[in-house]
């Protein structure tokens, strides 16, 4: 490396501190000694590759000024601090003027003390020439707006982004808990001083028992100033929230929230009978749709037309008494989500997010499941979810499975910097609606009818099965509703209020509700619209006055005072602490798609309120590997509180791979770090029972045994020699199967038992159904599959989804989009496929061919299923997963679609 910046010999200046490291050139590490200089008032960094004697002069190679252009960030390339087993080193990178320079330091207190005293030196050089139009990192990055402590409502945001493209984001470790610092830029500097630190292996004693990782606190100090400044905001909002009567008043605003199952339907009237028939305007709207679109592009997530009709539809009829701006929309398939609030209350509305959950098929198709939008209004957060569950009378527990699904995978990002993911729960108010599909635990669709006709309503109700549901707690158990006085809002034919006249004949029911969840909540009306008829389901309103937090500034400002005042104290006098009832967790037995959980509880016993977080260990990205998580991961106690922790490990399709073929195992080492004290680590074990899920067609192919029969040892020896034709004793003949056993039972029962069956590969099946099937093909081979024909469907396409290797290989994955529309060419690309993968895919086609006979009973169709099978048996290498376009998806299908056409 070609050191550019002032250089030169024997240079005279007075030496303040010095410290041994290496310095990174052309590959090599050179020892050198790095000395921080001042000379009348100015300071650099100098590089020699010799310790003087006489540290008063100093022999140097390469001096690099501190000035404006003076900046010492992480390594573009590495992780922040480097884990090396046997030596505990930090590398960084310095730049000023035209120097470029990369060191390996010892990561230890002396090198943090050099590094403090640079930081200090240069934040000084900074305000000296001033710079303040910025705030500026202890590093020199540069950001407009930094957090700043002592103001109130003051937000982190993300850093700029350096020449070397990659995001740095530190904030001055010492601008709160060292204020006093900044301004001794003049002091008198210590004299000389070089680490006397010898980088000698670690014997048995360094490390911790079980492998526990070598963690370092001394760099991290530095170099993760952020944590400390944003761990102060945090604990600072959490007394906030403690003392938030103090400084809040509340004040209600209406909301008008609707649902309505418009069954594919366009608009074909005006929405003022719904949507303006009170004489007030509402303050928010919350509108949910639901089956806006029922073809078969809008259930593939493709673009529907019918967004924008029903959206113009809604804006032309919000009440005309007042001017209405959207906050959000987001739609999912056929379920869409609109929120309006007043032009004047606009100003007050912040931290906007949406998302969606699919609990369709696979747990991810859109034809049901939920979307929803949170907002803070004032000083309220909100999330308001819209949501189509499971259909079918019979089919309560689905619809109660679906619920779940939403409330455990609806998250959203937190909008401040490294704030966790928010989830359903974690607001101050929640508004559920939608098409939840409970219907009446009644089979006569004359006795439901006369009883509506004697307005005997609470008799109905009686049998609703959300009411019993809620009564029960299987779901919506603390969500609350208002007493029902309209009638059945399902099923009509439509263009008409007349019930049901098919040949279904439809028992009416409440399926179109509005549960709220939340303090200072008042239900106002609760009702139908009859004079809508576009759809075989009205429209439902619910008027909610709602007490929304309105912060008084002035008192806000006192409390904030008086509790940085308290913590300001506290902190000189006290460290945080906590007690662990565990350390050591064993998950046995643990099996793919199958949560297990144990708790464990934390206790802060320390004087002061603290906050506790997971954090990765050196050089990972994450605080735990991918099967494992901990709940919450992170949180403020108050002393002598306590928070129950549940640790969960579930083995899905991105880790049943490495767990299978044991290149990974249930080990694990969390590293529980509290801030301004110390870390805990937590020991996770365990064992893994493999599965023929995650395994490779290949190796499956020449194993007739269950998986869970063949020892591991051997089951290694078959993955890795998985191209061999003949592998010995491992329950195999010579000659390999022509499909996996597990392929042909599943395929098998579904030809047999499935062909008729309506809505196949569309109805999602059941949890526990599927965890049998799984554990059936595991363990035996079965002469019949457990299970409901819609478990077996979905069990396929989850076998399919967790090959490592799809059907069609990666390698002629960007060949077959480009032949897409050229079916001999397609053919031919299939040919060219390993023996075992080209017998699934020709066995697959034929068995789906075969279903499509029977479409006017299973209301399948070729282009649904070429759909639904081209993101299984087509799927992109891991390198392009989300940079495909809608034309590769398009060609996808087109090349599946080929086959299915293809005559018998």
Known sequence: MDHTAESGKGVAEKSTIAVKGSELKDGQKVPIVLYLNENNGDYNLSISTTLEENAGTISC??????????????????????????????????????????????????????????????????????????????????????????????????????????????IDVLNLEKKNQQNQAGSKVAPVAVSSRTNKPLTEKDGSRNGQPRVSNTMRKLFEPSNQSLAREGLIKHCLAKREK???????????????????????????????????????????????????????????????????????????????????????VGMMMIVFVKKEHEKHIKDVAAESVGTGIMGKMGNKGGVAVRFVFHHTSFCIVNSHLAAHVEDFERRNQDYKDICARM?????????????ISKHDVVLWLGDLNYRLCLPDASEVKALIEKQDLRKLLEFDQLNIQRITKKAFADFNEGEIHFRPTYKYDTKSDRWDSSGKCRVPAWCDRVLWRGESVQQKCYRSHMELRTSDHKPVSSLLDIGVKIVDERRYKKVFE??????????????????????DFTFEDVKFRQLQKKWFQITNDGQVPCHFSFIPKLNDSHYSKQWLRAEPCEGYLEPDESVDIALEVYVSKGSVTLLNSAEDKIEDILVLHLDRGKDYFLTIGGNYLPSCFGTSLDTLCRMKKPIRDVPITKLIDLEKSRLDLVVDNIGTDKQPLQVPKEIWLLVDHLFKNAS???????????????????????????????????????????????????????????????????????????????????????????????LLKYSEDNKLDAKMLATLFASLLLRPPPNLVGR?????????????????????
Not at 89 to 117: H, K, M
Not at 274 to 294: K, M, N, R, T
Not at 319 to 326: P, T
Not at 775 to 796: M, W
Request: proline letters at 5%; glycine letters at 4%.
């Open 562 to 583: 008086d509790i940085v005042r308290v913590m300001d104290r506290m902190e000189n006098e006290f460290l945080p602490s906590l007690s662990l009832s565990g350390r």
């Open 411 to 423: 998250s959203f990002q937190g909008s401040e910097h490294n704030q966790p993911s928010i989830n």
């Open 884 to 904: 495909q376009t809608q034309n590769d998806r398009q060609r996808a299908v087109n090349f599946i679609y080929g086959f299915l056409l293809e005559d018998n």
């Open 756 to 850: 008729h069956q309506e809505d196949l590969f569309q109805t999602p099946g059941m949890q526990e159904e599927l965890q049998q099937i799984f554990d059936s093909l595991d363990t035996s081979i079965p002469q019949t599959i457990p299970g409901s024909n819609h478990s077996v469907a979905e069990a396929l396409l989850i076998f399919l989804e967790a090959l490592p290797e799809p059907v069609i290989c990666y390698e002629l994955h960007q060949r077959c989009l480009e032949t897409s529309y050229d079916h001999r060419n397609c053919q031919h690309l299939i040919s060219q496929l390993s023996r075992c993968h080209r017998n699934v895919f020709r066995y697959l086609m034929s068995f789906l061919r075969e």
């Open 61 to 170: 190679q390469t001096v690099i000024p501190i000035n404006n252009q003076f900046r010492i960030i992480q390594e573009a390339e590495e992780a922040l601090l480097i884990d090396d087993p046997f030596t505990r080193l930090c590398r960084i990178r310095v730049q000023g003027d035209q120097a470029n320079c990369n060191f390996e330091l010892p990561d230890d207190e002396f090198c943090l003390n050099f590094l403090t005293e640079v930081k200090r030196i240069q934040q000084a050089t900074f305000k000296n020439t001033g710079v303040d139009k910025v705030t500026m990192d202890p590093f020199g990055i540069e950001s407009a707006n930094w957090p700043q402590i002592g103001m109130p409502n003051s937000k982190g945001s993300g850093a700029g982004k350096s020449e070397f493209g990659f995001d740095d984001d530190f």
């Open 246 to 332: 103090d400084f809040v008043d509340f004040q209600d605003f209406r909301f008008f929230v609707g649902t309505w199952n418009v069954n594919g339907q366009s608009p074909d009237c005006s929405l003022d009978p719904w949507l303006s028939a009170d004489a007030h305007p509402p303050d928010v709207y919350a509108l949910g749709f639901q089956e806006l679109d029922l073809s078969t592009e809008a259930f593939f997530y493709m673009d529907s037309g019918k967004e924008n009709e029903w959206l113009s539809a809604a804006e032309k009829s919000l009440h005309h008494k007042s001017k209405y701006c959207k906050v959000k929309l987001i739609r999912l």
